[in-house]
């Protein structure tokens, strides 16, 4: 259940972003709705009254010659804005059948209205789908892209990982081998560079200064002069 609703407010979100997205062209339909409200229902309304008389209640009735029957029934489109509401139920194909054309004037602003209703309907389904696919399409390569990322990070810090490893097992193998060639070193009575410089004493092969160096110290010194002291 948690899955599906994190799967559904995620959808919701997508949505959202798409109808931001798409608003100039929503705001472009409500323009195109009101215009037609006002066209068609200013025409249903004159053509329907066209067969209609008014009566002593100031209602719009159907003539005689409108036939049975409607003849002598008030219409349902009264006034524009009753009109108004006929094509707004209309257009949006809702269709609740409260009103509907007697005359054939006014079935044929029907008709023309619902063809009409038709473009109007498709129109922000598919500029809704279009936006709603790419902020989609957006959305899954920027999570990709973060996955990739992820990924790489998660990579260099595995090799970083190994890679320290690598370096304390060398150093704690060799540790055993330079303690050993130090106490060699000592057994002879020299000293390394760095217990020399700590003295103040400066190494020399001829004995003129500090210790002197045999042939044995010089080739153990020259192999542990970089080597830290521990």
């Not at 704690?172 to 217990?195: D, F, N, Q």
């Not at 190494?203 to 080739?219: L, R, Y």
């Amino acid at each position: 259940r948690l899955v599906k609703v994190g799967t559904l407010s995620r959808t919701v979100v997508v949505l959202a972003q798409a109808m931001a997205n798409a608003a100039g062209g929503i705001a472009l339909l409500a323009a195109i709705l009101l215009l037609e409200m006002v066209v068609f229902g200013t025409l249903i309304f004159y053509m329907e009254t066209s067969r209609c008389i008014l009566d002593d209640n100031n209602e719009w009735v159907y003539k005689d010659s409108v036939g049975f029957p409607f003849a002598g029934q008030p219409t349902f489109y009264q006034n524009i804005p009753d009109s108004m509401w006929w094509t707004i139920v209309t257009v949006s194909t809702v269709g609740y059948g409260d009103a509907f054309p007697v005359v054939w004037p006014g079935r044929f602003v029907a008709i023309f209205t619902m063809i009409t209703a038709l473009a109007t309907v498709a129109f922000p389904i598919t500029l809704i789908s279009n936006e709603f696919n790419s902020t989609m399409e957006r959305l899954q390569q920027q999570e990709r892209a973060a996955a990739r990322e992820k990924r790489r990070l998660e990579s260099l810090e595995r090799r970083r990982s190994i890679s320290s490893a690598l370096r304390r097992g060398v150093s704690k193998a060799t540790e055993p081998l330079s303690l050993t060639l130090k106490r060699a070193v000592r057994s002879v009575g020299l000293s390394t560079p760095k217990e020399a410089t700590a003295r103040g004493e400066t190494p020399s092969a001829n004995g003129d200064e500090g210790e002197a160096f045999s042939p044995i110290g010089q080739m153990m010194l020259k192999n542990h002069v970089n080597e830290p002291s521990t």
